[in-house]
């Protein structure tokens, strides 16, 4: 209504300011319920974790203010060093092998034909699966002696090892587990960057005789750089946080044996929920998420950005 | 002009034999753990360890022991709620958000857009402890809310959104406006039924997330009547340690739903992932 008697006084100028006025108003409502949320389940967690830090909370819920004790706390404890150093060597390995194998398999099935997708779809399944049961399986299968990988190992001449209980092995049991259930998701990453390059180019480089390995060299790895960029950042945060690595540790192996597979979610989620040092599970938080944007920050300089824009 | 080829025909030929049979092995390789599961699942306890992929003795002991004496079907029935009311209610919030963000102009809006686009590198593991502590302070500890809420936000689905939203060709809003349609109308009359195929492709993707959840609910039910079937079959493993029989039938119902989704809906799934990279 006021729009038509605005439009009776002043046309053009007075309607146009109303209804950019709407659009502001309807702008902010759409966004509100969402911006609320990630607000006070995702920003304020952020900000209070390291607030957190700094204190002492006991099991009521009261909170002391402790300055860096924690942060000094967390310089002496071998724990906290080991953790870090399985954290590390988790993403160390578990991020080259997702890359190779993620952009392997999309090679191996990158042609589009009925055959490839029924392919892609079993390299794919596992990834539906949860976690747990992830978990609970390749634990079944690694029993020792008796379980069907503890057998195949023996048939293959490593009779008495234990996938599971020796420390030198566990983590890397933990790291296979992840590289199945993420690779068929990389893969369809990967495939996405493939589909972008441009058909001439393979064929342009096939007219001047170029073969699969040159190809490969000088025209996917390079035209496929951001989709490359974007693997390992979220493979590496992934891995560092702990995204998958805590359902599978948790249910495999509580991080032992001997601390071998305790990464630092999983030293965190025990001193939290297990012991109620909430204050200093929070702080090993902090120094988690400093070194994730530190790593991002890194990740950003050496490969320029990733160079998003030409994506 | 034919164009010359690095193989001969007969080369050719026999190249992509091998390597049809290298992606079959690879591919029957990494589906075999999951034959193992059901395998196992219709073995008697006797016969769980035993090599054989097909079971001596098959039987519906294990499932029917599961159903019967653990309250599965009540962890079932409580994570079905919880992944239906998240995604339901998530799909509605980020397509708003999307929309918004995507169409409308408001002072703000790349400011706003930057700081959802930045919670992606945040991941629910790194936050836990603090995420913890607010969902108590609101009295959502033990509770169906507790569940569902803060898994509704998630800035990777209001960013698959906005994406596809910009994609979108403007014309058919400006119709709605001229019209005079309000933003609502245009967005619940217009957009929302031209978004179908990326909802339906995000409903699934959004169930299969929240249904395979683990560490959220685990942190914040200790009420049994309230676990997730992800926490009662993590749960069922300290307490029947040796039982593989019975776990694996428990794996094979929380895990078998999943994969005949994945199944049906594999074109879908597999398409928005594969858009999901970087664009």
Request: hydrophobic content about 55%; aromatic content about 14%; some cysteine.
């Amino acid at each position: 209504m006021t729009d038509q008697v605005a439009q009776i006084s002043y046309p053009s100028e007075e309607r146009g300011l109303s209804t950019k006025h709407r659009e502001w108003l309807a702008g902010y409502l759409f966004v509100l319920p969402d911006a609320l949320g990630l607000f006070i389940f995702l920003g304020v967690p952020m900000v209070l974790s390291l607030v957190i830090g700094f204190f002492e909370v006991d099991g009521f819920g009261g909170y002391r203010f402790v300055g860096l004790a924690n942060y000094q706390r967390m310089m002496r404890d071998p724990l906290f060093w080991q953790a870090a150093r399985v954290t590390a060597l988790y993403a160390i390995l578990l991020v080259p092998l997702l890359f190779v194998c993620g952009l392997g398999l999309a090679l191996l099935v990158q042609k589009s034909n009925r055959f490839n997708s029924v392919i892609r779809s079993m390299f794919f399944a596992p990834h539906v699966v949860s976690l747990v049961v992830v978990a609970l399986v390749w634990q079944l299968m690694s029993v020792d002696k008796i379980g069907i990988l503890s057998r195949l190992m023996s048939a293959l001449g490593l009779p008495g090892v234990s996938l599971l209980g020796d420390p030198n092995l566990a983590l890397l049991a933990v790291v296979a587990v992840s590289l199945w259930f993420l690779m068929g998701y990389y893969m369809l990453i990967f495939l996405g960057g493939l589909q972008d390059i441009p058909v001439q180019y393979y064929e342009a480089a096939e007219i001047d005789g170029a073969g699969p390995v040159q190809r490969f060299w000088y025209i996917t790895l390079p035209l496929l750089k951001p989709t490359s960029f974007f693997v390992l950042m979220i493979s590496m945060v992934a891995a560092v946080a702990g995204a998958q690595a805590f359902d599978i540790i948790y249910v495999m192996t509580k991080g032992g044996p001997a601390n071998s597979t305790a990464v630092l979610i999983i030293y965190i989620y025990q001193q939290a929920f297990g012991f109620g040092a909430f204050g200093y599970a929070a702080a090993m938080a902090s120094i988690l998420v400093a070194a994730l944007v530190l790593m991002t920050a890194i990740l950003f300089l050496f490969t320029r950005g990733g160079r998003f824009e030409h994506a | 002009m034919p164009r010359p080829h690095f193989f001969a025909p007969s080369q050719a030929r026999l190249l992509q034999f091998v390597w049809m049979a290298v992606s079959a092995v690879l591919a029957a390789m990494t589906l075999f753990p999951l034959f193992w599961m059901v395998s196992i699942a219709f073995k008697t306890p006797a016969e769980s360890f035993s090599p054989n992929m097909i079971p001596a003795a098959p039987t519906w002991q294990n499932f029917i022991y599961v159903l019967t004496e653990v309250p599965f079907l009540r962890y079932m029935f409580n994570s079905f709620i919880v992944s239906a009311t998240v995604t339901v209610v998530a799909l509605l919030f980020h397509s708003m958000a999307g929309y918004a963000l995507a169409r409308l102009r408001f002072p703000g809006r790349e400011a706003i857009f930057l700081a959802i686009f930045s919670t992606l590198l945040v991941s629910l593991p790194v936050i836990i402890v603090p995420l913890f502590i607010v969902v108590k302070t609101l009295g959502m500890l033990n509770s169906y809310a507790g569940l569902i809420v803060p898994a509704i936000f998630n800035a990777f689905g209001i960013f698959l959104l906005r994406q596809y939203y910009l994609s979108l060709p403007r014309e058919l809003e400006e119709a709605a406006v001229i019209d005079g349609a309000g933003y609502w109308r245009i967005y619940w009359s217009v957009v929302l039924p031209l978004s179908r195929p990326i909802l339906a492709a995000l409903t699934i993707l959004f169930f299969l997330a929240n249904w395979n959840s683990f560490l959220w609910p685990l942190t914040i039910t200790a009420d049994q009547n309230l676990w997730v079937v992800q926490v009662g079959i993590a749960n069922f493993q300290s307490q029947y340690s040796a039982a593989w029989n019975y776990m694996m039938a428990a794996s094979t119902i929380v895990a078998l739903p999943m994969l005949i989704l994945f199944v049906i809906f594999q074109r879908q799934i597999m398409e928005s992932i594969k858009t999901s990279g970087l664009k």
